[in-house]
C-alpha cells in the first residue's frame, strides 16, 4: 500500500492522540482489516467505500479514493458505489459485497440470500473480515460525522496531483 502522495489522515489521527489506550487498540484492529485482511484490496475498498457512502461521511470518501484506486478500482467504479449493489456492471460477488454493507449497517445483519451469494466464493476468515471492515468503517464513520470532521488539507493538494496525472495519461 503506498504512503508516499496518499492523505496522511492528521485530523483522524489528531482526535485519537486523545485517547492513546484506545488508540492503540483500534489501531490493531484497523492494521489488521488495511494490511493482514483475507478479503483483496478490491473487496476492502468496495466495502470501506460503500460505508462512507452510506453513512454519509466525506471524511472517510476523501480519505479511501487514493486507496481505492490503489486498489485497481477505476474512477467509474467508484463513482458506481454510490449508486449501490444494483447498479450495473458488478460481477454477483461484488454485488453481494456492496449489498452487504447496506444490510449489515441497516438492518443490523446480512440476509440470507446475500450471505448465500458471498459464502459460494469466500471462506469463513473472508466472511468475518467482511463483517469487521464493515463494522471498522462504520465506527470510523460515526467518529468522523460526530465530531464533523473537515477535509484534511492534503487532499486538495493530492487532488490536484492526480487530475494533472489524468490529463496527461497516465
Known sequence: ??????????LALG????????????FTL????????????????????RVAVVRKSPYE???????ARDAG??????????????????SELEAAV????????????VSSSTWHTLEAELDHRQLLDLIFTVGTYNLL???????ELGIDGDIDKLMQQYDTLFQKGR
Open 1 to 10: 500500500m503506498p504512503t508516499e502522495d496518499r492523505p496522511k489522515a492528521l
Open 98 to 109: 456492496l449489498r452487504a454493507v447496506d444490510e449489515l449497517i441497516l438492518d443490523g445483519a
Open 141 to 147: 464513520a460515526w467518529l468522523f460525522n460526530s465530531l
Open 73 to 90: 478500482l477505476t474512477d467509474e467504479e467508484i463513482g458506481r458505489i454510490a449508486y449501490g449493489p444494483d447498479a450495473p456492471f458488478w
Open 30 to 49: 484497523n492494521g489488521h482489516i488495511l494490511r493482514a485482511t483475507t478479503l483483496t484490496e478490491r473487496q476492502r475498498e468496495l466495502l470501506v467505500m
Open 15 to 26: 482526535t485519537m492522540a486523545h485517547h492513546p489506550a484506545l488508540a492503540r487498540a483500534f
Open 61 to 67: 470518501w476523501a480519505q479511501h479514493l487514493f486507496v
